[in-house]
């Protein structure tokens, strides 16, 4: 309980979060501007903890689902933009304006974020080739 | 939350939604909430919502999804009018307010309410399912996904417009004769089951069409148009109406629907005399049976008020009835040439 009883609205959380990764995850990264999108991040998840729910009733309450769909949503953000942090290369769109080249010797795998109380932890997982060979992207 | 400073700006302004409320958990009867927000020009009502409900209170309810006129979610009335609040111009519905400044947003007619904004789908999916609204291939399964099954363009023409139903309720909501009997089809429906039933790859055109002429079915339309008027597709519902009552008559007949008898003993009537034959219009319409059984108490009260209508008898010709007799000839003939030239 917060004494002064201030609490965060739904609308404003979401907005923020919607600004901040457009701004610095977006399609052209770079390390300090993934690294001020993860601590805003960060800060949202704090704040979310005083969001409030307007709408009380068990009957189709939209409120509730939209407070429980920006929950996961600032999940999701903060695993991508940890993985795209530690992804030190550019990939598809994955555009990093401080590393421009693909790099197939270390990245050449999957990215598996797992949250943990709060944190993220990053995994990975080798690529099941076969059907294409790894060739240089010249268009 | 951004409070307007200046209020000389073009193209934008205060404006009041006032919103139907309702939460059958709490409240005995609906009540109108007033929200009063800045909004500039080039805004739907939609975002006006969303905007109360991010920004003022966020307890409103309303179904929303795609927010471009693609989903069919948002179908509202606005002003009255059933529409889209995703497709609708704050700016356009202003322009035709009666109460200046304030648009009036309320739940769709004709299902039942659940909350709020939000009304109960299910009555018009059950129908769906009651009209075989889907196409059931006449493909043996055998071949299904080895070969395309392809129509000609000029057959698709015939159902292009019907295929642009999103399945709003904004027609459904409208609609005159589902406020008096909610079990009536629903312009939905039949255009549905029009677009189905023109399909030459459709095999259920007989048990379709044999539910649609049945009580509550294709006759009971009334023509006010107000289906199509509404429709956000501008799809022609009434000519979807209209092919499935001609289909009917032609590939069933006019025994077994007493909508076509009705419309035959009108045509007989007004050829003939050039006005009705009110007394017996019953009879030549259900029969004597259904007659006997559903209007002889009101006949009865009819004789004791001396308010029956003339035996037919005495139902004089219409005035100028020769010169009609000619138009009417002349009127049949196109309308004959006029089905020869479609069926080409």
Same mark, same amino acid.
């Given at each position: 309980?917060?004494?002064?009883?201030?609490?965060?609205?739904?609308?404003?959380?979401?907005?923020?979060?919607?600004?901040?990764?457009?701004?610095?995850?977006?399609?052209?990264?770079?390390?300090?501007?993934?690294?001020?999108?993860?601590? +805003?991040?960060?800060?949202?998840?704090?704040?979310?903890?005083?969001?409030?729910?307007?709408?009380?009733? +068990?009957?189709?309450?939209?409120?509730?689902?939209?407070?429980?769909?920006?929950?996961?949503?600032? +999940?999701?953000?903060?695993?991508?933009?940890?993985?795209?942090?530690?992804?030190?290369?550019?990939?598809?769109?994955?555009?990093?304006? +401080?590393?421009?080249?693909?790099?197939?010797?270390?990245?050449?795998?999957?990215?598996?974020?797992?949250?943990?109380?709060?944190?993220?932890?990053?995994?990975?997982?080798?690529?099941?080739?076969?059907?294409?060979?790894?060739?240089?992207?010249?268009? | 939350?951004?409070?307007?400073?200046?209020?000389?700006?073009?193209?934008?302004?205060?404006?009041?939604?006032?919103?139907?409320?309702?939460?059958?958990?709490?409240?005995?009867?609906?009540?109108?909430?007033?929200?009063?927000?800045?909004?500039?020009?080039? =805004?739907?009502?939609?975002?006006?919502?969303?905007?109360?409900?991010?920004?003022?209170?966020?307890?409103?309810?309303?179904?929303?999804?795609?927010?471009?006129?693609?989903?069919?979610?948002?179908?509202?009335?606005?002003?009255?009018?059933?529409?889209?609040?995703?497709?609708?111009?704050?700016?356009?519905?202003?322009?035709?307010?009666?109460? %200046?400044?304030?648009?009036?947003?309320?739940?769709?007619?004709?299902?039942?309410?659940?909350?709020?904004?939000?009304?109960?789908?299910?009555?018009?999916?059950?129908?769906?399912?009651?009209?075989?609204?889907?196409?059931?291939?006449?493909?043996?399964?055998?071949?299904?996904?080895?070969?395309?099954?392809?129509?000609?363009?000029?057959?698709?023409?015939?159902?292009?417009?019907?295929?642009?139903?999103?399945?709003?309720?904004?027609?459904?909501?409208?609609?005159?004769?589902?406020?008096?009997?909610?079990?009536?089809?629903?312009?939905?429906?039949?255009?549905?089951?029009?677009?189905?039933?023109?399909?030459?790859?459709?095999?259920?055109?007989?048990?379709?069409?044999?539910?649609?002429?049945?009580?509550?079915?294709?006759?009971?339309?009334?023509?006010?148009?107000?289906?199509?008027?509404?429709?956000?597709?501008?799809?022609?519902?009434?000519?979807?109406?209209?092919? =499935?009552?001609?289909?009917?008559?032609?590939?069933?007949?006019?025994?077994?629907?007493?909508?076509?008898?009705?419309?035959?003993?009108?045509?007989?009537?007004?050829?003939?005399?050039?006005?009705?034959?009110?007394?017996?219009?019953?009879?030549?319409?259900?029969?004597?049976?259904?007659?006997?059984?559903?209007?002889?108490?009101?006949?009865?009260?009819?004789?004791?008020?001396?308010?029956? %209508?003339? %035996?037919?008898?005495?139902?004089?010709?219409?005035?100028?009835?020769?010169?009609?007799?000619?138009?009417?000839?002349?009127?049949?003939?196109?309308?004959?040439?006029?089905?020869?030239?479609?069926?080409?």
């Amino acid at each position: 309980m917060h004494a002064s009883g201030h609490y965060e609205r739904y609308g404003e959380l979401r907005e923020e979060l919607g600004q901040t990764l457009a701004l610095n995850v977006g399609i052209f990264r770079e390390s300090s501007l993934l690294q001020k999108g993860i601590e +805003d991040i960060a800060e949202l998840k704090e704040r979310f903890k005083k969001v409030r729910i307007f709408d009380t009733s +068990d009957v189709f309450n939209t409120n509730l689902m939209q407070v429980l769909e920006l929950k996961n949503m600032l +999940d999701l953000a903060q695993t991508v933009a940890a993985g795209a942090n530690a992804r030190q290369e550019s990939r598809g769109s994955h555009t990093r304006v +401080d590393f421009p080249v693909r790099d197939d010797a270390n990245w050449h795998k999957h990215t598996l974020a797992t949250l943990v109380e709060g944190n993220v932890t990053l995994g990975e997982k080798p690529v099941t080739m076969g059907r294409y060979e790894l060739q240089e992207r010249t268009y | 939350m951004t409070v307007p400073t200046d209020q000389h700006k073009e193209g934008k302004k205060d404006v009041t939604f006032r919103v139907f409320r309702f939460n059958p958990q709490v409240d005995s009867k609906p009540y109108f909430d007033d929200y009063t927000i800045p909004v500039e020009r080039g =805004i739907t009502v939609l975002r006006s919502l969303n905007y109360i409900k991010e920004h003022i209170d966020g307890s409103i309810s309303f179904r929303a999804f795609c927010q471009a006129g693609i989903c069919g979610s948002c179908g509202m009335r606005v002003n009255g009018l059933s529409q889209l609040a995703c497709t609708t111009q704050v700016w356009d519905v202003l322009a035709k307010s009666r109460e %200046p400044g304030i648009i009036k947003v309320e739940p769709l007619r004709n299902l039942p309410l659940i909350k709020d904004l939000i009304v109960d789908m299910d009555p018009l999916i059950d129908k769906m399912k009651n009209y075989s609204n889907w196409v059931d291939s006449t493909m043996p399964e055998i071949q299904m996904g080895k070969k395309e099954f392809l129509i000609s363009e000029e057959e698709f023409l015939r159902y292009d417009k019907a295929t642009d139903c999103i399945l709003c309720a904004s027609c459904v909501s409208e609609c005159s004769i589902l406020r008096a009997n909610r079990e009536y089809v629903s312009p939905a429906v039949l255009l549905k089951s029009y677009r189905m039933n023109v399909d030459s790859r459709d095999s259920l055109h007989e048990q379709r069409l044999a539910e649609l002429v049945k009580d509550h079915g294709v006759w009971d339309c009334t023509h006010c148009y107000r289906c199509q008027e509404s429709c956000v597709k501008s799809i022609p519902i009434m000519d979807a109406i209209h092919g =499935i009552r001609e289909d009917a008559i032609e590939s069933r007949g006019m025994k077994d629907t007493s909508g076509s008898k009705h419309a035959e003993a009108f045509m007989s009537d007004i050829e003939k005399k050039g006005k009705l034959v009110e007394a017996t219009l019953p009879i030549r319409t259900n029969g004597v049976v259904w007659t006997l059984q559903n209007l002889l108490p009101m006949a009865m009260k009819m004789i004791m008020k001396r308010r029956t %209508p003339p %035996p037919p008898p005495l139902v004089k010709s219409a005035k100028g009835i020769k010169i009609f007799r000619v138009m009417f000839k002349e009127m049949t003939e196109h309308v004959r040439q006029d089905h020869k030239s479609h069926k080409k």
